[in-house]
Structures are given as C-alpha cells and as structure tokens.
C-alpha cells in the first residue's frame, strides 16, 4: 500500500515536470542551433550585425502551408530596419532521427542558400555538403522539386537527400502560399 | 671470472655509447639534408570537420624557391635559415629552425600570441631532438621534441604541437585561434617533404578546445642546382650580421622560465615590418632588443598549451 502511494506521488511528479517542461513551456530555439543559424546568415549575407524578426503567421494560414510555419519557424532577416531576406527554420526526418535545416531567402523569395545545421547520425552526412545543397540555389517561391530529377541523388544519404529535397519543396510551396496571402 | 664480467660489461658499454654517436650522426646528416637550393609545392586541402554546417575551404596550392643556410653547426645544435627567393630578383628571409639535442627547454604556443614555457624532463628528451621554428623576425612560432627515425631505408621525424595560425590563413581567418601541428619532415631522394595534419582548434580560456576542421598539408621540397640560388647567398652574405644580433637579442628573450606574450602589432604595424627598418639601416643590437621589448606583454601563466 504504502509502496503503491509512494509510486503514485512519483507519478504525478514526472507527469507535472514533463508538461512543465514541454506541455506550458513556450518553444526556444537552444543556444547551439542559434549560434549556427547566426553563422549561417553572417557568412550567407555578409554580415556581422543583423536583428532576426520573428514573423507570425495566423493559425488559419499556417493550416494552408505543407510545412509548418506557427512556431519559431519563419524569420526577416533586418539590417537597419531593411528586410535583406527571410529565414525559414525547420526539422527533417533522417533514417532514425531528425536533422534542423535552414533555407534562406532573398527578399524576392528566390532561395540564397540552404544549410543543414545540425545532423544526429553517422550515417548520410554528405547531404550538409554545399556540393550537393547549392542545387537549391535560385529556386523560387512555388517553384517544385523532384529528388533525382530537379535534384541530384546522393550515394549513401538517400533518406536525407530525398527528406531534405521535400522539405525545401514544401518550403517552397509554402511560402508562395504566403506570398498568395499577401503576407510579406 | 670476475675479469670478464667486467670486460663484458665494459664492452657492451662501449658498443652501446658508440650506437648512439653514430644514431646521433645519422639524425645530424638528416636534419643538414634540408640544407640547399629548393624549388617547393605548397599544397593544402581541409578534409573532416565534426559539424555538419562548417563549409570547407578553398585549398591553398603555391610554388616558391628557397634556399636553406645552415647558420649553425654545432655537436648540439644545427639551425637552418630559409630565404626565400620572389621571381628571381627579390629575396625575403623566411622562416628559421633550430634542431637542439637533448634539449630540456621549451615555449609552447598557447593562444593569443602567448607561449607558454615548460621544462621537459631529462629522460623523457634522451636521443630526442626539439624542432623550434621561428617566424621571418626570429619571434616564436612553435616547438616540439621527438626522436629521428631510421628504418628501411627511411628517415624521418614527427610531432604534436600547437602553433599560431600559419601565415596564410593569419589575416584571413578568425574563425579558429590555434592550429594544432601534426609535423612529418622526411628525407627524400630529391629533398624533402614536410607532410602536415592539422587540427583547426577553438581555444577559449578554462574552457576544453573545440575542434573546427582538419587539414592534410604538403610541402615537396625537390633540390636543384645552388646556383639558382646564388641571389638568396649573397643577400645572406650582406645581412647575416644584422640577423646575428637579432638572433642575440631574442636569446636575452627566451633565456626566461614564464610565459611570453607578444603584441600583434605596435603603432598599428606587425614586428616582422618593423624590422624591416632597422635591417635596412643594420641597427645595433640595443636598437633590435628595444623594439622586441615594446612588442612584449606580462600575462598570467596558462595551462592550455600542448606539445609532444
């Protein structure tokens, strides 16, 4: 009896620190990944002081585009309170984890670069070499890609290549839906 | 009985100290075979980094002849200086090695222009020979002790050690603080190559090194006649006695059991451009020991430096 109220108490206390934790916290992007996407916009724009603006996207909207743009997913890339382009901030399944990616834009919507940012397994790195990632490069908002048509195959990371090519298809597909909306 | 254990014992000694003195000679003759004229290949090229975003860089390929001067020759102490000779016309002192024997005493690179000096223990440097490398202005580069090796028709030495970033990467990147030097110097039969494996390293204070990207160097040292390099010989002829006394003016430098930290630059000029004055005019040595002092800084001793 007494093992089984002990048992009970420490439940509820995993039950409360686990919706503590991920039920009411609100969603932050960890120091690391925001180190790298900081990287990633200096070394991509050419710049050392930038300001991300988190751009919100209504529920309604959001319900319209492939991927997921409600949390802290889409980003203006500000320089003095000029726009140089947007970030899109999102994650793609690998064989058995998931990598973060970053796809970032022009102000006319056409892809500047793409970068994985960070990768959980040892097998199919070759899909974060700029090699194989600056296919993407100029494809435009609406704009459709088919992995080992539009985009080049990969040796080895088929699983990421192919998740990776859909996941800037979808963004892609997404932000001309925005851009449909007039949201920028 | 007892007479021939002794006579034995004796021999065995002498045959044993006779071996070494003729190891010795073998790594003497290796390190004097880097001595001459030589046209060079640079090459190098990243090859891993442990995160997936680092973009590797463009390799770096280059072609230059030098010539090597054996400035000392001594029982203990080789040190050879490099000239470097630009389109045929123009020479540029290079960099400097110094070969010590059973040297004890050494200034590992830590970071921020900071070397850090340490006391090898006398066993742990026997037959062993320290490489100290020195920039164009004979200030610190890097240090690092291990033994030559001779075998099948080999000779070769190598070692661990952290250095500043080398010159071409110097101004140009501030992405990584600290290049740890995995030196091979082989002799060859057309010269010799100084094969690199080079560890890119963050290095913040109290805080364990982070590891950027990897690197593969190779520099192919191939002999050529002395005479194409006449010009580098006669410009040692009219300036070895300035870079005596500078030589002279940094072993007042060196002669320290701390750290030594240099400044990057003083009125907004690096050393090795402000020795470029005082060699055309051939200052004194009291002029040379005067400009390195206002390039040296006090500092607390760190612990991060490394060398093998």
């Known amino acids: 009896m007494q093992r089984g109220s002990k048992f009970k108490v420490f439940s509820l206390a995993v039950i409360f620190t686990a919706l503590s934790l991920f039920g009411f916290g609100t969603q932050k992007i960890p120091a690391k990944l925001q180190e790298k996407i900081d990287n990633a916009v200096q070394s991509t724009f050419g710049v050392q002081e930038f300001t991300l603006e988190q ?70 790195r070759q899909v974060g070499s700029q090699r194989w990632l600056k296919q993407f490069i100029g494809k435009k908002a ?14 080895g990371a088929t699983i990421s290549a192919k998740s990776m090519t859909l996941a800037v298809n979808n963004v892609l597909q997404s932000m001309q839906v925005l851009q449909e909306n007039n949201f920028f | 009985m007892k007479k021939s254990i002794i006579f034995t014992a004796l021999a065995l000694a002498v045959t044993l100290a006779m071996q070494a003195q003729e190891k010795k000679e073998l790594d003497r003759n290796a390190i004097k075979d880097m001595c001459g004229c030589f046209e060079i290949t640079f090459k190098y090229t990243e090859t891993f980094a442990p995160e997936i975003d680092y973009e590797k860089k463009l390799d770096y390929t280059a072609k230059a002849l030098e010539l090597a001067i054996p400035i000392v020759d001594e029982e203990n102490k080789i040190s050879l200086q490099h000239l470097l000779v630009v389109h045929d016309t123009v020479v540029i002192k290079h960099w400097r090695q110094d070969w010590l024997y059973e040297n ?26 320290t490489q100290k490398v020195y920039q164009v202005d004979d200030s610190p580069r890097y240090s690092g002790s291990a033994t030559w090796v001779h075998f099948d028709g080999k000779h070769f030495w190598e070692n661990d050690t952290d250095s500043p970033l080398p010159r071409r990467e110097y101004s140009k990147r501030s992405d990584y603080n600290v290049m740890k030097r995995g030196n091979r110097q082989e002799i060859t039969s057309y010269g010799w190559v100084h094969e690199q494996d080079n560890d890119k390293i963050i290095r913040k204070e109290g805080e364990p090194d982070v590891l950027l990207a990897q690197e593969k160097g190779m520099n192919i040292y191939t002999k050529v006649a002395d005479e194409k390099c006449k010009i580098a010989q006669d410009w040692w ?38 020795f470029y004055n005082l060699e055309e005019v051939n200052a004194g040595q009291d002029k040379i020991s005067q400009l390195i002092q206002t390039f040296i800084v006090d500092k607390k001793a760190s612990k991060n430096a490394e060398g093998k």
């Open chain 1, 142 to 155: 609406g704009e459709s890609l088919i992995y080992g048509e539009d985009i080049d195959a990969i040796s």
């Open chain 2, 104 to 129: 004890q005493n050494v200034f590992y690179y830590d970071k921020d222009n900071n070397w850090t000096f340490h006391k090898l223990p006398a066993d742990a440097v026997k037959g062993q020979w």
């Open chain 2, 237 to 274: 002829n009219q300036h070895k006695d300035f870079w005596a006394k500078a030589r002279a003016s940094w072993d007042q430098v060196y002669d320290r059991s701390t750290d030594l930290t240099l400044l990057k630059q003083v009125d907004n000029t690096p050393l090795f451009m402000h």
């Open chain 1, 55 to 124: 751009l919100a996207v209504h529920a309604d909207l959001n319900k319209k585009t492939p991927v997921e743009m409600g949390g802290e997913n889409l980003f203006n890339i500000l320089l003095g309170g000029n726009s140089l382009g947007y970030l899109y901030l999102g994650e793609a399944p690998s064989m058995k984890n998931v990598f973060d990616y970053v796809v970032l834009f022009n102000p006319d919507l056409s892809i500047k670069k793409s970068k994985i940012l960070i990768y959980r397994e040892d097998y199919g």
